[in-house]
């Protein structure tokens, strides 16, 4: 079985910084994809940042400056600068890639709450 396994979240006030972690837990998968996700109270999940195929990253213009996705191996990284209210939310992160060989799968971790306090 593989699974990602997230940490880091937390409370923070406005202008300070978090970074998220995430690892893949189990054996022989191959990342493909990697992507952060957020979901606020009473919104729909949206993507945050993602590198597709060891490219480079691509951000959403909420974050663009602030924020930086990052990978080491079997782990992901979200490092969050500046932070504002609107920021708050349950942080999800993503990986798609292949496992034993022949299946592809889409892997979510169990998500983690960040609040950035005004």
Same mark, same amino acid.
Not at 19 to 26: A, I, N
Not at 39 to 49: D, F, I, S
Not at 51 to 57: L, P
Not at 112 to 118: A, I, K, P
């Given at each position: 079985?593989?699974?990602?396994?997230?940490?880091?979240?937390?409370?923070?006030?406005?202008?300070?910084?978090l970074?998220?972690?995430?690892? !893949?837990?189990?054996d022989?998968?191959?990342?493909s994809?990697?992507?952060?996700?957020?979901?606020?109270?009473?919104?729909?999940?949206?993507?945050?940042?993602g590198?597709?195929?060891?490219?480079?990253?691509n951000?959403?213009?909420?974050?663009?400056?602030?924020f930086?996705?990052?990978?080491?191996?079997?782990?992901?990284?979200?490092?969050?600068?500046s932070?504002?209210?609107?920021?708050?939310? !349950?942080?999800?992160?993503?990986?798609?890639?292949?496992?034993?060989?022949?299946?592809y799968?889409?892997?979510?971790?169990?998500g983690?709450? !960040?609040?950035?306090?005004?």
């Open positions: 079985q593989v699974q990602l396994v997230e940490s880091g979240g937390g409370l923070v006030q406005a202008g300070g910084s970074t998220l972690s995430c690892e !893949v837990s189990g022989r998968f191959s990342i994809d990697i992507a952060w996700y957020r979901q606020a109270p009473g919104k729909q999940r949206e993507l945050v940042a590198i597709i195929r060891g490219g480079s990253a951000y959403a213009d909420f974050v663009k400056g602030r930086t996705i990052s990978r080491d191996s079997a782990k992901m990284y979200l490092q969050m600068n932070l504002k209210p609107e920021d708050t939310a !349950v942080y999800y992160c993503n990986a798609d890639g292949w496992w034993m060989g022949d299946r799968l889409k892997l979510w971790g169990q983690t709450l !960040v609040t950035v306090s005004s």
